[in-house]
């Protein structure tokens, strides 16, 4: 067995406003993702996505299901997105192998039996995945950066200039229901999603990297009149729920990749907040 799963469970806003910081920690922050020759995440019941990371270092690792999903396997009602953040390696879909580079991505459609992850030949391997139930079967594509939807917004004046890779939405590939991409802000910024936003229609996870280890990202989350806040360092995650703002300012320029799920595929379905209405 070389797939762990733990599961949390939605949180009310009410709620919330009562978390000091460990509780907050506890329940929308993923620290550890990556460990040696394992497929390790967690289950949210936010829309039910799979949040998760996979290092192959001495031996290919197989997607295996777990008692959450009560299936012979994984992918069984399920898809599935891969993003590398690591060196360039091998996905292997049901006997087919995907060269997949730094920074591609690789949809994998609901009904794939078989899915291996290797060892990259020199380097680390790391793998980013959001997985979430999925009603219908569609194909195995591999969307590099050339292929992606790209929008840079911001300015350096603000802060905020960065360049939107969006990499597995339907624009690009189908889905039945998940959507993910990849945000790198330039040198000298520093804020991302600002001004902020929330999407009552669906849940979003954010997965910071490219960051120092002596660095770190301030990330924020809440009801825009009750705004909390997260400490996080490299290749952490934290959960988005529905209700909250997902955005961010970091102590140097860094990459995150955002993963959602839910009742759309509408990338721009947002209800924007000001940041002057944020308390």
Avoid at 123 to 129: A, K, S, V
Avoid at 138 to 160: H, Q, R
Avoid at 192 to 203: F, K
Wanted: charged share 20%; glycine share 8%; proline share 5%.
């Amino acid at each position: 067995m070389h797939t762990f799963i733990t599961t949390r469970y939605s949180n009310h806003p009410e709620d919330v406003k009562n978390y000091d910081t460990s509780k907050l920690r506890d329940h929308f922050l993923i620290e550890s993702l990556f460990i040696k020759d394992q497929i390790n995440g967690v289950y949210t019941l936010n829309d039910r996505l799979i949040v998760g990371g996979i290092n192959p270092v001495s031996k290919a690792i197989a997607l295996e299901s777990v008692d959450q999903l009560k299936a012979r396997y994984f992918l069984e009602r399920r898809e599935i997105g891969v993003i590398n953040v690591g060196a360039p390696t091998t996905i292997e879909v049901d006997g087919i192998p995907y060269q997949i580079s730094h920074k591609e991505a690789l949809y994998i459609g609901q009904g794939a039996q078989e899915v291996l992850f290797h060892p990259a030949q020199s380097g680390e391997t790391y793998l980013y995945f959001n997985s979430a139930p999925a009603h219908k079967h569609f194909p195995t594509k591999k969307v590099g950066i050339d292929d992606a939807e790209v929008v840079t917004l911001g300015s350096l004046e603000n802060s905020n200039h960065r360049t939107i890779y969006k990499l597995l939405v339907n624009s690009v590939v189908p889905t039945c229901q998940l959507q993910m991409g990849m945000t790198e802000l330039k040198p000298g910024s520093v804020w991302n999603t600002m001004p902020a936003h929330t999407h009552d229609r669906r849940m979003e996870a954010y997965f910071y990297f490219g960051l120092a280890a002596d660095q770190a990202v301030c990330h924020y989350m809440g009801q825009a009149e009750e705004t909390r806040h997260i400490w996080m360092k490299n290749h952490q995650a934290v959960i988005s729920p529905p209700w909250s703002i997902h955005s961010g300012a970091g102590t140097s320029n860094y990459t995150f990749i955002w993963g959602m799920a839910g009742e759309n595929l509408d990338y721009g379905d947002m209800d924007t907040i000001a940041p002057t209405a944020l308390k």
